[in-house]
């Protein structure tokens, strides 16, 4: 009789799972902290939000976790932002200088998209690139500012803006150095890096090099255009960008704010468009933001970065996707078309389907944290608060960490919703739905079709 065999999506959400088990249990340990225990379902939080590379905090991190327990929070979010699934092949492929298939797959599923594509040198290179970043990126913290970025701060909060985890070591996150400009210009490219995927940086690097990285070149040679792929990404993320950063420096600073200089205006709306890529940081607080912004920001969180990266939401693709889905009816075409080329039926399925499971969870939760939250409370009692437990919400499926303050106040019911949200977050609803349907036997008919009036 033949064994059925695993559906290799289940081996990346045990890792992750059993990850953040581990996490759990080392951040609940007394060495890990300073004072105050930590309970089981704050530490459960904590864990997942830095495995999940999400930034969402209920305690201070940078005075209620020792150096062990910051260094904890760092594994986690180094394991969490490339997958862990990268890690343990890359282990086997430098050990048996081959992958098997079913890592192939495993990592594809999470961090390729793409089961044909050769992992060998690939593995190799996006481990060792991501490392060369982090440690640029830390090394231009220090120089920058060695009092406020010390060794292990600054290769914290490097690691943590390329993973797109936002966990900082200060209670305000980056709100000292809003008008410094260097320090922000790492951060946000870091931010940028991390959230463009894997296989558009590996791709960049082969431009700049003029060796085919992937293919193990080591050899000059010509390489073409960028990708359709890549360009799709580049062009996504650029106008979502400079987008974002217009849409809140004209609702937040010009119409009514005033309280920062011009300067520190426009370089805090630029920072804060690019760290809703996801990464979580911010050099204001988001606590006294306008609704308008608010909302700007909760859009940008919700589409995150690009496939294969170490961002959460629904992706920058499937956002060019949605719109070349809506342009097409609208102008009566059949086809959603993207640059030069059509997008198959497949690519439009995933995409609309993933819309609408992103759209339902975020509902779900939403729902599930109004009741826990504010319970039978009467509306006019609880002004604001249903913006606050939306944004949060979104900025946990999206693994951003972005909060307008109120985490450290939820229930528990509220941090272990928002836990699963982090969890399917970073994974993906697909993945999810993929599970589900692994369930269920595969219809071997097609039933009769009838049209039904809409709209």
Request: glycine fraction near 10%; charged fraction near 10%.
């Amino acid at each position: 009789m033949l064994r059925k065999k695993t559906p290799t999506f289940l081996f990346p959400i045990a890792g992750f799972a059993l990850t953040i088990l581990a996490g759990t249990i080392l951040l609940h340990q007394r060495f890990s902290l300073t004072g105050e225990p930590l309970g089981w379902v704050d530490a459960l939080f904590t864990a997942t939000s830095a495995t999940c590379v999400t930034g969402l905090a209920v305690v201070d991190t940078g005075t209620a976790f020792s150096t062990a327990g910051q260094s904890v929070l760092l594994a986690l979010i180094q394991l969490g932002g490339l997958g862990i699934m990268t890690y343990t092949s890359l282990i086997f492929y430098l050990w048996r200088n081959r992958i098997s298939l079913t890592d192939r797959e495993a990592v594809s599923q999470t961090l390729l998209h793409d089961p044909k594509f050769s992992l060998g040198h690939f593995l190799k290179h996006v481990v060792l690139g991501c490392l060369l970043i982090e440690a640029f990126g830390a090394l231009a913290l220090f120089l920058l500012d060695p009092q406020g970025f010390a060794p292990f701060s600054a290769l914290f909060h490097a690691v943590s803006a390329f993973c797109n985890a936002g966990f900082a070591l200060q209670s305000d996150s980056l709100m000292h150095w809003r008008g410094n400009i260097g320090v922000n210009a790492v951060f946000m490219g870091l931010i940028v890096l991390g959230g463009l995927g894997f296989v558009v940086l590996l791709e960049l690097a082969e431009h700049a090099t003029g060796k085919h990285i992937r293919a193990g070149g080591s050899s000059f040679q010509p390489v073409g255009r960028l990708s359709w792929h890549a360009r799709v990404v580049l062009s996504m993320s650029v106008w979502l960008i400079i987008g974002g950063a217009l849409a809140i420096l004209v609702v937040e600073f010009l119409l009514h704010s005033g309280q920062y200089a011009p300067g520190e205006e426009l370089l805090g709306s630029l920072f804060q468009s690019v760290t809703c890529r996801t990464a979580g940081f911010n050099t204001m607080d988001i606590g006294t933001l306008s609704n308008v912004s608010l909302l700007v920001m909760m859009f940008l969180m919700f589409v995150g970065g690009a496939p294969g990266s170490c961002a959460g939401g629904v992706k920058v693709t499937t956002l060019r996707a949605m719109t070349a889905f809506c342009v097409a009816r609208l102008k009566g075409r059949h086809q959603a078309v993207v640059g030069n080329f059509a997008l198959d039926e497949s690519t439009m399925n995933g995409a609309l389907t993933l819309m609408m499971l992103a759209t339902g969870v975020i509902a779900l939760a939403t729902l599930i944290l109004c009741v826990s939250e504010t319970g039978a409370v009467p509306h006019a009692a609880t002004r604001g608060q249903f913006l606050e437990i939306l944004f949060e919400v979104v900025s946990a499926f999206g693994t951003v960490g972005l909060s307008t303050g109120i985490t450290p106040e939820l229930s528990t019911t509220g941090k272990l919703t928002l836990t699963a949200l982090m969890f399917v977050g970073r994974l993906g609803p697909i993945v999810f739905l993929q599970v589900l349907q692994e369930l269920y036997t595969q219809e071997k008919f097609r039933w009769a079709e009838k049209r039904l009036p809409i709209g």
